[in-house]
């Protein structure tokens, strides 16, 4: 995927995770500042708007398109998620740095670049009942598929069937963080009482690759690990 096509999946996508704003927001009401949806929502129109507005002649690289991504999603709202997402995608558009056409290789170097530098910046890591609970399987299942098929990088129904397993995988984490005692940020004031609750960092994550394999199929696929705090 080229630069032209890489920015019309974002946008796309980021239209799509929009709708998961209220979700976010209630999830995030009773295990964090409540303002997930809010940054969510903020930082996705903006990066929309970021997008529209790069020069298209010439062509950006998609290193380029990353940063402005990036840059966006910081500005929109001053919050610790934004800051981190923001983070996150700057250290992923650094591996992009002379490539020109975005595969399935790519796509698994800029999340775990990116899930590197959340657990760097957060100082956290995966059990401690973050994002990075989805994103870390979800990339490592990324990189089983790439593994166990090279192709996966060439061929895009394979790539899309790499992505529905890492969807899975991530969703899998989701639902376990129920069981889970937030370690990092605000939740953790809860202590004990943050068992049972779904986190909303990394139910944000997972919903941002649902938007993205809806944006790529042009179909609403299912969403998984729907629930209410309580």
């Not at 089983?144 to 790499?162: E, K, R």
């Amino acid at each position: 995927m080229r630069s032209r096509g890489l920015i019309r999946q974002i946008q796309a996508s980021m239209s799509l995770l929009i709708e998961s704003s209220d979700e976010l927001g209630d999830l995030d009401q009773v295990l964090g500042d409540g303002d997930l949806g809010i940054t969510i929502s903020a930082g996705a129109r903006a990066v929309i708007e970021a997008l529209d507005a790069m020069p298209t002649d010439p062509e950006p690289v998609p290193s380029d398109v990353a940063r402005t991504c990036a840059r966006a999603f910081a500005n929109a709202n001053p919050s610790t998620m934004a800051a981190l997402v923001a983070g996150g995608l700057l250290a992923g558009s650094k591996v992009w740095v002379g490539c020109e056409d975005v595969t399935a290789v790519e796509a698994e170097a800029f999340i775990r670049a990116a899930a590197n530098s959340i657990s760097h910046r957060g100082k956290s890591q995966v059990g401690d009942k973050t994002i990075l609970d989805a994103m870390v399987p979800a990339v490592d299942s990324l990189a089983d598929s790439l593994s166990a098929n090279p192709q996966v990088a060439t061929d895009s129904g394979l790539a899309l069937a790499a992505l529905d397993s890492a969807i899975s995988s991530s969703a899998a984490v989701v639902v376990a963080t129920r069981d889970l005692q937030s370690q990092r940020g605000r939740a953790s004031w809860l202590q004990d009482r943050s068992i049972g609750l779904q986190d909303p960092g990394a139910t944000a994550f997972l919903r941002a690759l649902e938007a993205w394999r809806d944006a790529a199929t042009g179909e609403r696929g299912p969403r998984a690990a729907v629930v209410e705090n309580l």
